[in-house]
């Protein structure tokens, strides 16, 4: 006997639906704060016991619910936001129907709400899918969800929670993230009898300064671009504020805070070049997307989505903080000399008008040969030029170890600058723009040079060969192992061809996908650059310090280095005062 088919009962459904729903406390939690937003909340609190494993308050101020209507809001598919169930234009963060009845299939689930005109409060309590009476209750108008015991009537579930402190984490960034996306609510966050946060209804960058920190928030810059109907606002950090972990990036979709794979590779590819590998970049971006070019409905979480243009999406996002990365330097943008102290960035405001130079002459043409005929160290000033102290850089005064370059700004800010690292990039941002505009001067050798390789790297940039030759590179096949070397990089002024083949190869060897074709040829600039740039242990003369550093003002993300290393360290005043206690810390 074959067995028999039969329909699970409702209470069954909604437990396997509440462990799709209701993966962990966070789940929960970020599922009532949505309704709270969806129900035109202008204030939001919400209150975790042990990260919600043991109770959960949300308390809005919103629409509520009728009391006539509270028994349907807690049945499955049971719904306000969907007009016509056509499931293509989501508007509201809910549109399931599932949260509220999984809620209460695993846990004990107390609905206490008042609209607007309703003379008092009505409660509901459904507990492990045992739905209660409606009762009169206290309450203002809004609604409040509390939480116990969530998971009891699912014990498997609750055997995959992990630490409360973990789980508390988890429900704390879900409200983080919402409260994000959703500035012109207040939010109120409290956990375990701490506030973790307490912020009014606020414009965006306010609440960014709020929960990213008010020192992060002033460093980051405010972006706004536009790609086919696809707008992106929001702020990022320049490449000199990074962190460990991804912990400050934030998306929101459509007013919708997302957790997209998608939307942070293209984060990751934007900064590539110019962060160390390890380190992450920080940014709160806000998307607009139209409705119909997005699918909401892929995952029950709703955190993931599908983009109908997804490479569109990409460039957008690389463009925009490209763009921004290639600001010029200025104060807002100086690495923190020692992070740990958390000093505040120097205020920007007397640089606003602060037109950068024309790239001098004399820093253009750095090369090893030229600062071989250098007398002994000349860099020794007394005072500043004050007509260079304006700059952001300000006027060199000393060349420390014959490898730092020391400046003071007008403001006293002492500015110290790694001659290697900021050289570096300032050549591979030249050949950057040389290669962008298809002009990569190219020097013939008059002797072609052989390079020995490993037939392996010999292939490798062979096969490359149309590429290199892009970047004023020729070279032939010259027998196994072999290549020719006829042309090299005019910027380059007379590298070590073999030393620059064996990087490049390398280079190759670690992205060796055709579809990597853009990282090969930003990591090839990188390694270019290195070739050439002037090292440290060089002296120069204060006229060639002050050429490096006009030339960097210029020169977009000459902040930090192709490895992602600061290329200068600022010092201002007021971080001076405070290291020597001058001024309360
Ligand atoms: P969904 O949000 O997908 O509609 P839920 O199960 O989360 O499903 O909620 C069911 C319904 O209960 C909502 O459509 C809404 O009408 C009502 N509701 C839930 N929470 C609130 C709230 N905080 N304020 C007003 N109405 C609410
Ligand atoms: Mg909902």
Request: glycine fraction near 6%; include cysteine; charge should be neutral.
């Amino acid at each position: 006997m074959p067995p028999t088919i039969r329909l699970l009962s409702p209470a069954t459904v909604n437990r396997i639906a509440a462990g799709e729903v209701i993966e962990r406390p966070a789940a929960a939690v970020k599922e009532l704060v949505e309704n709270a937003l969806d129900a035109g909340a202008t204030r939001i609190e919400v209150i975790l016991t042990a990260g919600g494993i043991e109770r959960i308050d949300v308390i809005d101020d919103g629409c509520g619910i009728p009391e006539s209507q509270l028994a349907l809001a807690i049945e499955r598919h049971a719904t306000s936001k969907l007009a016509d169930e056509a499931l293509v234009r989501i508007a509201t963060l809910g549109f399931r129907g599932e949260a509220l009845p999984s809620i209460g299939a695993a846990a004990k689930l107390t609905l206490i709400s008042r609209p607007a005109g309703q003379e008092s409060a009505a409660r509901i309590t459904v507990a492990g899918g045992a739905v209660g009476e409606v009762t009169p209750a206290a309450g203002q108008t809004g609604t409040r969800a509390i939480v116990e015991d969530l998971f009891y009537a699912t014990p498997a579930r609750k055997k995959f929670l992990r630490t409360p402190r973990a789980e508390a984490d988890a429900a704390e960034r879900a409200v983080w993230r919402l409260a994000l996306s959703a500035p012109h609510v207040a939010f109120r966050l409290v956990s375990d009898e701490r506030v973790m946060f307490d912020v009014p209804a606020q414009g965006e960058p306010a609440r960014v300064a709020a929960l990213f920190g008010r020192e992060t928030a002033s460093a980051m810059l405010p972006l706004d671009a536009e790609r086919e109907g696809v707008r992106l606002t929001g702020l990022a950090a320049p490449a000199s504020l990074t962190r460990a972990t991804m912990a400050l990036q934030s998306f929101v979709v459509n007013g919708r805070p997302v957790l997209d794979p998608h939307l942070r590779m293209s984060l990751r590819l934007a900064y590539r070049d110019v962060i160390a590998s390890g380190r992450h970049p920080v940014a709160a971006l806000r998307l607009e997307v139209p409705e119909e070019a997005l699918d909401v409905n892929v995952h029950p979480a709703k955190t993931e989505l599908r983009f109908a243009d997804a490479n569109g999406i990409r460039s957008l996002v690389m463009g925009a903080i490209g763009r921004l990365l290639d600001r010029p330097v200025s104060l807002a943008t100086a690495p923190q000399a020692f992070p740990s102290l958390s000093l505040r960035p120097p205020a920007s405001a007397s640089y606003a008008a602060y037109a950068p130079p024309t790239p001098s002459p004399a820093a253009r043409g750095f090369a090893e040969s030229e600062f071989a005929a250098f007398a002994p160290p000349t860099a020794r000033q007394i005072t500043p030029d004050p007509a260079l102290t304006a700059h952001p850089l300000g006027a060199p005064v000393a060349q420390i170890l014959d490898t730092y370059i020391l400046s003071v700004a007008s403001d006293g800010a002492l500015v110290i600058t790694d001659q290697h690292a900021a050289h570096e990039r300032l050549t591979e941002e030249r050949l950057r723009a040389e290669f962008s505009s298809g002009r990569v001067a190219s020097q013939p050798l008059l002797v072609p040079v052989v390079v020995d390789l490993s037939p392996a790297d010999a292939m490798r940039l062979l096969a490359q060969s149309e590429i290199l030759s892009r970047l004023g590179l020729e070279i032939e096949p010259f027998g196994p192992g072999a290549v020719l070397v006829r042309s090299l990089p005019a910027a380059l002024k007379n590298p070590d061809a073999a030393g620059l083949l064996h990087d490049l190869a390398e280079e190759f060897a670690e992205h060796d996908t055709p579809a990597a074709l853009e990282a090969h040829l930003d990591a090839a600039l990188a390694r270019l650059a290195c070739h050439r740039s002037i090292r440290a242990g060089r002296r120069l003369t204060p006229e060639e310090m002050s050429a490096l550093l006009r030339d960097m003002e210029s020169t977009p993300r000459a902040a930090t280095c192709s490895h992602g290393r600061p290329t200068f360290l600022k010092l201002s005043r007021a971080d001076l005062e405070k290291m020597f206690g001058r001024r309360g810390m």
